[in-house]
C-alpha cells in the first residue's frame, strides 16, 4: 500500500536505491513532501524506517564486506563511493568484522585508488572497534598489533604516490622546456632553473601539507581513544574503586601537541583533583603522589605532605617532599608545632636548614607564649644541632674549627630569643 503519491514514491526509491540517504536527498525530499502537505515529522520517520530495512535485508543476504560491495556497485562518482565508505556501519560480530577487516586491508593499501583515503579511515574505526570489543583476542590481537606500523607505511606509500603523480605531470613540460632551451640556450636555462625552483618549492609545500593533514588526523583518532580511557576512569571513580581509576590513569598520556587531545586532557582535569582527594583520604599516598606528579601540581602536592605529617608518617613526608615544597612543609610543621615532624623531615647533613627551623620554631612557641616548651626544645636538641655542625665540618675539611664550636654558643643564641619575649 502506497504511503504518498507516484511522484513522491519515486523519489523516495531513487533516493535509498543505494542503501544511503545524504543530506542532499533529505533537502529534497522534505520540499517535495512539504509542497503536497505531508507532515514532516512523519515524513521523517517513514523514510527512517524504510532506509534501516533497506540496510538490513542488505546485512542479512550478505556479509558486511560483500554489502559494501554492492553498494558500490550500485553507486556513480568517487565522492559518493566515499561517502558511502565513510559512513558503512562497522560489523559488531566477532567473524563479520573479522572479514571486513581481511576485506578492507588491500583496498586500504592500494594507494593508486582514489578511494584508499576512506578505506583507510574505515579500517581505523574497525581497529578501534576491534581493540574495545574483543581487547586480546587472539585472531583479531594480530591486525591490532600491526595497525601502527600500517599506519606508518599507508602514509609512506600515499606521499610516494602523489609524488609520482606530480612528476608525470611535469614530464610535458619538462620536454617543452628542453626544445626551448635547445632554440633559444640563454632563456632556455634560466626558465630550467626558475621551474625547477618552482617544482622544489610546491613539492615541499605539498609535503608539510600533507604531514599537516596526517597530524590532524592523528589527534583526532587520539581524542577517541583518551576519552575513552577517561570514561573507564569516571566509571571506577562512580564505583569508589579509586586504585583501578589510578591504575588506569597511568595510560593516560600527561601531555598532548595536538589540540583535541590537549583539551581532553584540560577537561578532566577536575575528575584527576577529585581522585587525588579521594586517595588521599583512603591512605593510597603512592597513587596520590603520581597524580600530583602528573599534574605538576604544588596544591596537590603540598596537600600529600600535610596529610602524611597530620598522620604521623614523617618518614614518608621526608621522602617525598622535593626542595621545593620542602620549604612550605617545614613552614607547616612551625604553624602546627609539629616539632619532630620538622627535623625528619629536614634529615641530616642539613645544619644550615635545621638552624633556620629551630630559631623559628622557637620564635613561633615565644609568639604564642610557650616560653617552658620553647626552652624544652632548645634543650633536647641542642645536641643534634651540634653534631650537624660537626658533621659540616668533617664533610667541608675544617673539623678542628667546628669541633671548637661550643654547644652553649647555640644555646645561648636560643635563650636570648626566649628571654627576649619574657621581658
Not at 536505491?17 to 543530506?23: A, F, I, Q, R, W
Not at 574505515?122 to 581487547?135: D, N, Q, T, V
Not at 621551474?195 to 610546491?202: E, G, K, M, Q, Y
Request: aromatic share 10%.
Amino acid at each position: 500500500m502506497k504511503l504518498y503519491s507516484d511522484k513522491i514514491e519515486r523519489l523516495i526509491s531513487t533516493a535509498l536505491s543505494d542503501g544511503v540517504l545524504t543530506d542532499k536527498e533529505k533537502q529534497v525530499l522534505f520540499k517535495k513532501a512539504q509542497e503536497e502537505g505531508i507532515d514532516l515529522d512523519e515524513f521523517e520517520m517513514v523514510l527512517d524506517a524504510r532506509l534501516s530495512d533497506l540496510q538490513k535485508h542488505e546485512k542479512d543476504t550478505n556479509s558486511s564486506s560483500k554489502a559494501l560491495a554492492n553498494l558500490l556497485s550500485k553507486s556513480r562518482g568517487t565522492d559518493r563511493k566515499e561517502e558511502i565508505i565513510e559512513s558503512f556501519p562497522v560489523p559488531n560480530t566477532k567473524d563479520d568484522l573479522l572479514d571486513f577487516i581481511i576485506a578492507l586491508k588491500p583496498k586500504m593499501m592500494d594507494t593508486s585508488d582514489s578511494l584508499s583515503h576512506s578505506y583507510f579511515k574505515k579500517y581505523e574505526e574497525c581497529i578501534s572497534k576491534a581493540k574495545l570489543l574483543f581487547p586480546g583476542d587472539d585472531v583479531l590481537n594480530p591486525f591490532v598489533s600491526e595497525f601502527p606500523e600500517l599506519r606508518t607505511q599507508w602514509k609512506k606509500q600515499m606521499n610516494a604516490y602523489k609524488r609520482e603523480k606530480q612528476k608525470e605531470g611535469n614530464l610535458s613540460i619538462i620536454q617543452w622546456l628542453v626544445l626551448f632551451g635547445l632554440e633559444f640556450p640563454v632563456l632556455g636555462v634560466l626558465m630550467i632553473a626558475f621551474v625547477i625552483a618552482a617544482f622544489i618549492f610546491i613539492c615541499v609545500g605539498l609535503n608539510r601539507l600533507s604531514d599537516s593533514v596526517s597530524d590532524s588526523l592523528e589527534d583526532f583518532r587520539q581524542r577517541g581513544v583518551v576519552k575513552e580511557q577517561y570514561e573507564e576512569i569516571h566509571t571506577a571513580y562512580n564505583n569508589k574503586d579509586y586504585h583501578l581509576a589510578a591504575h588506569l590513569l597511568k595510560d593516560v598520556p600527561r601531555h598532548s601537541s595536538g589540540k583535541r587531545v590537549a583539551k581532553v586532557l584540560k577537561n578532566n582535569y577536575p575528575l584527576e583533583e577529585k581522585l587525588f582527594y579521594a586517595l588521599l583520604e583512603n591512605g593510597d599516598y603512592n597513587d596520590a603522589k603520581e597524580i600530583a606528579y602528573r599534574n605538576n601540581s604544588s596544591k596537590m602536592n603540598m596537600s600529600l605532605l600535610k596529610t602524611l605529617v597530620d598522620n604521623r608518617k614523617y618518614y614518608d613526608a621526608a621522602a617525598m617532599a622535593d626542595s621545593d615544597s620542602k620549604g612550605d612543609i617545614l613552614r607547616y610543621c612551625i604553624d602546627t608545632e609539629n616539632f619532630p615532624a620538622g627535623r625528619t623531615i629536614i634529615g641530616e647533613n642539613q645544619y644550615e636548614l635545621f638552624h633556620d627551623y629551630i630559631s623559628k620554631y622557637v620564635i613561633n612557641l615565644c609568639h604564642n607564649n610557650k616560653l617552658a616548651e620553647a626552652s624544652n626544645i632548645v634543650e633536647n636538641n641542642i645536641s643534634y644541632f651540634n653534631s650537624l655542625k660537626l658533621k659540616e665540618g668533617i664533610r667541608s675539611g675544617n673539623k678542628s674549627e667546628y669541633e671548637r664550636h661550643n654547644t652553649e654558643v647555640v644555646r645561648s643564641e636560643l635563650q636570648n630569643i626566649i628571654n627576649s619575649f619574657k621581658q
